[in-house]
């Protein structure tokens, strides 16, 4: 089995770059001729551009968009013309808000149809749950009132008013990677 080449280089976009959907991602965004001034970049462009934060070391849409213009092989992948005329964040961040769960189902259903009928041929079928949409099936997280206690003298008024409270922590962050594609499920209809 051939292994791919590294994250980042130039040799995977290149492995990579056939699989993507062009065509469908311009369906997908396909907009009416006539109305306004046409868009300077393709939902194709756009989304590769996207795939460029997962792909290579450029972590953030800024970097991703910065760097752009010096890496010539980036913009072969993006299917870019021109080293000048790149878009900025705003379009990116655009191009995100209208790329919604069903257009990215599309897209996962388009490239998972080839991998499905391959396997058609095996006597079993196995099904995985992505448990995420699933409520926990536990009540230990819940936060729970203190239950009333029977107090044997007066009590400071700022105590009372502290006990219904959360108890909160500075020092936790949130490690998760806010890309937006880390929620990308296969979808089987």
């Not at 062009?22 to 756009?46: H, V």
């Not at 849409?61 to 790149?86: D, G, K, M, S, Y």
């Not at 878009?87 to 499905?116: G, I, S, W, Y």
């Not at 729970?144 to 962050?173: E, N, Q, Y």
Request: with cysteine; proline share 7%; glycine share 6%.
């Amino acid at each position: 089995m051939k292994q791919l080449p590294p994250t980042g280089t130039a040799a995977l976009l290149e492995v990579i770059s056939p699989y993507i959907p062009d065509d469908l991602m311009n369906s997908l965004f396909a907009e009416k001729a006539g109305r306004g001034r046409p868009p300077l970049f393709s939902a194709a462009q756009l989304f590769r551009i996207n795939l460029l934060a997962l792909l290579t070391p450029a972590h953030s849409f800024n970097l991703v968009v910065t760097l752009l213009a010096e890496h010539r092989p980036w913009r072969a992948f993006a299917r870019l013309r021109n080293r000048r005329v790149v878009p900025d964040a705003k379009m990116l961040h655009e191009f995100r808000q209208r790329l919604d769960l069903n257009k990215l189902r599309c897209v996962n259903r388009h490239l998972l149809t080839p991998l499905l009928e391959g396997c058609s041929e095996f006597a079993k079928t196995v099904g995985l749950i992505d448990a995420t949409d699933l409520p926990a099936a536990t009540n230990a997280y819940k936060k729970i009132l203190p239950a009333s206690i029977a107090l044997t003298g007066p009590t400071r008024a700022h105590a009372v008013a502290k006990t219904g409270r959360a108890a909160t922590s500075s020092g936790i962050k949130n490690t998760r990677f806010g890309c937006g594609f880390d929620n990308i499920v296969p979808a089987f209809c």
